[in-house]
T-cell receptor
């Protein structure tokens, strides 16, 4: 099946700094990428949907100025957590889709962010 | 809006027991239905899917049938193994929702040897 990678897999940063997480589709063109946040023992919460070359669509309650998403190419999307705080510590997961009806989403392995 | 409801866990079974994890959905459109599995420390993997009514998705001994009349997509396996211990997520995606995937809360399965 298609492969989606995320980098880094784990990151620890200090409060107030910014962190960038990359999501890459390795063997297919992802017209749509999704960013999720997963809290411990909870389901995935969709943060935003990004389409290549256009602005991301954020879900209600997600601060677009804090979670900057860039989908610059058909194989790369980035999530930047700006001015991170301890409450931003979480597991961030991306997924990629070709966008066709009923198409499967392929998930990255996730990035564990810890803000100290 | 669209939503997915699945049984709360954790579910604890002995090896070779029969597994059922219930999942029901509400959707404005005609969604595709999925089961994803998340093994400890790993990302989500697609386990199986069904795209239309009466379709049966199957993989690794797991099965689920798309039941439009009961809006359900229950996951079953006849004989679980310790290696099946994971969190299972039921999900849907439809055009009316812009192909966003809506996940259930997840059901944690523990299989004892």
């Amino acid at each position: 099946g298609a492969v989606v990678s995320q980098h880094p897999s784990r990151v620890i940063c200090k409060s107030g700094t910014s962190v960038k997480i990359e999501c890459r589709s390795l063997d297919f063109q992802a017209t749509t990428m999704f960013w999720y946040r997963q809290f411990p023992k909870k389901s995935l919460m969709l943060m935003a949907t990004s389409n290549e070359g256009s602005k991301a669509t954020y879900e209600q309650g997600v601060e677009k100025d804090k979670f900057l998403i860039n989908h610059a190419s058909l194989t790369l999307s980035t999530l930047t957590v700006t001015s991170a705080h301890p409450e931003d510590s979480s597991f961030y997961i991306c997924s990629a889709s070709s966008g066709a009806e009923g198409s499967e989403q392929y998930f990255g392995p996730g990035t564990r962010l810890t803000v100290t | 809006g669209d939503s997915v409801t699945q049984m709360e866990g954790p579910v604890t079974l002995s090896e070779e027991a029969f597994l059922t994890i219930n999942c029901t959905y509400t959707a404005t459109g005609y969604p595709s239905l999925f089961w994803y599995v998340q093994y400890p420390g790993e990302g989500l993997q697609l386990l199986l899917k069904a795209t239309k009514a009466d379709d049966k998705g199957s993989n690794k001994g797991f099965e689920a049938t798309y039941r439009k009349e009961t809006t359900s997509f229950h996951l079953e396996k006849g004989s679980v193994q310790v290696s099946d211990s994971a969190v299972y997520f039921c999900a849907l995606s439809d055009q009316a929702g812009g192909f966003k995937t809506i996940f259930g809360a997840g059901t944690r399965l523990f299989v004892k040897a």
